[in-house]
């Protein structure tokens, strides 16, 4: 398959080398990370250690705004609509 690419198009081969080049950077870097001790099986990110030691933000969620979420009609367009470039203007687009 790799030959198949690599016999292919230019912009195929350029695109192949580039996720190539991409892999190494990132993913192998990922792989050797040390997997011992307690945090074994965890190869990427903090610790659960690390994670604790970090407070529980305080967060105050918003109120529902019901008059401002529920204003609106929304209708379902069944012919184009020609768009205006101004107020009786010229016809610039249509919305199909």
Same mark, same amino acid.
């Given at each position: 398959?790799? $030959?198949?690419?690599?016999?292919?198009?230019?912009m195929?081969?350029?695109?192949?080398?580039?996720?190539?080049?991409?892999?190494?950077?990132f993913?192998?870097?990922?792989?050797?990370?040390?997997?011992?001790?307690?945090t074994?099986?965890?190869?990427?990110?903090?610790? *659960?250690?690390?994670i604790?030691?970090?407070?529980? *933000?305080?967060?105050?969620?918003?109120? $529902?705004?019901? $008059?401002?979420? $529920?204003?609106?009609?929304?209708?379902?367009?069944?012919?184009?609509?020609?768009?205006?470039?101004? *107020?009786?203007?010229?016809?610039?687009?249509?919305?199909?």
């Open positions: 398959m790799i $030959t198949a690419i690599l016999k292919g198009h230019p195929r081969r350029r695109l192949f080398l580039a996720f190539f080049i991409l892999s190494v950077v993913v192998l870097p990922a792989l050797a990370d040390n997997c011992e001790g307690d074994a099986g965890l190869c990427a990110g903090l610790s *659960p250690d690390t604790a030691s970090y407070p529980e *933000p305080l967060v105050e969620p918003l109120a $529902t705004n019901d $008059t401002a979420v $529920t204003d609106r009609i929304y209708q379902r367009v069944l012919n184009p609509i020609d768009i205006y470039d101004a *107020p009786n203007g010229n016809v610039v687009s249509q919305l199909v």
